[in-house]
């Protein structure tokens, strides 16, 4: 790997500290334009809600796609099903659910602001919805949730990636009610077993580590957010945790990845 791996966690619409943060690390100007030369960052996910410009910061890393050529991308984090399930489904209740449920209600529950939906337009749906929700780079295993999840949809990453996008390319509510659920799981790889579920999960996807956001360093460590300044590393080293909770007082991470080393034990 020649070129720098940059990652960046959940951004929650906090588009300021963001810029800040890139900026820090020489990704991009005092103008918030692309500097990284041959770097490559992808955003992890979680882009909207529960910070006060969730669409800026959309618009803001499609610039950076468009002016670096490629090398930032992101993948599709469970806040983004929820504003475009919120956009197409509204409060129309899940067929078939146990209890009166919709988009409209999970997304007030969970920080949606009202300016993100009015800003939403179709080429802003187009780009999400072509996101995918896996990837892997120099065998870093790149997913938003901390799930496996993942393989309810397929074995292999373009399986999975194919499966979500033709739920977001249609019109099944229960379809995007269970893609919702399901990326909101989290937790797959903490405790003892922790490290052999990763193992596992590398096994059939690919990789030699798992590198998040989704779940929050300091709720994982029992801490405030303030007191965390850089990414977790856990589950005998094969999964690298990098939302530092920036919605809730933490810092913006921009974490460079270096090459996986061989898992400690």
């Not at 475009?84 to 007030?108: E, I, Y």
């Not at 390319?169 to 269970?178: C, I, K, V």
């Not at 779940?215 to 850089?230: F, M, R």
Request: glycine share 12%; net charge negative; aromatic share 8%.
């Amino acid at each position: 790997m020649d070129r720098p791996l940059f990652v960046v966690g959940d951004v929650h619409g906090h588009l300021a500290e963001l810029t800040r943060a890139l900026h820090a690390q020489q990704l991009v100007d005092a103008g918030g334009d692309w500097a990284g030369g041959d770097a490559e960052l992808w955003f992890l996910g979680d882009f909207v809600d529960r910070g006060p410009d969730g669409i800026g910061v959309i618009e803001f890393v499609m610039k950076l796609s468009e002016q670096s050529e490629g090398r930032v991308d992101a993948l599709i984090g469970n806040h983004e099903i929820l504003l475009l399930g919120m956009h197409r489904f509204g409060d129309t209740h899940v067929p078939n659910a146990p209890t009166p449920r919709s988009f409209a209600r999970s997304w007030l529950l969970n920080g949606g602001l009202r300016s993100d939906q009015d800003r939403l337009t179709d080429r802003h749906i187009e780009w999400l919805t072509s996101r995918p929700v896996l990837r892997l780079v120099d065998d870093h295993l790149l997913m938003h949730s901390d799930t496996l999840a993942y393989l309810d949809w397929g074995t292999t990453i373009e399986d999975v990636n194919t499966a979500v996008r033709e739920v977001l390319e249609g019109a099944d509510l229960e379809a995007w009610w269970e893609c919702w659920r399901k990326m909101t799981t989290r937790y797959a790889f903490r405790g003892p077993e922790g490290g052999d579920v990763a193992a596992e999960l590398l096994e059939v996807l690919g990789g030699r580590e798992v590198v998040h956001g989704h779940s929050v360093i300091a709720d994982q460590l029992g801490v405030s957010p303030e007191e965390i300044d850089g990414p977790l590393r856990y589950a005998d080293d094969r999964v690298l945790a990098v939302d530092a909770g920036l919605y809730s007082g933490g810092p913006c991470l921009v974490v460079r990845l270096e090459p996986p080393t061989a898992p400690g034990r």
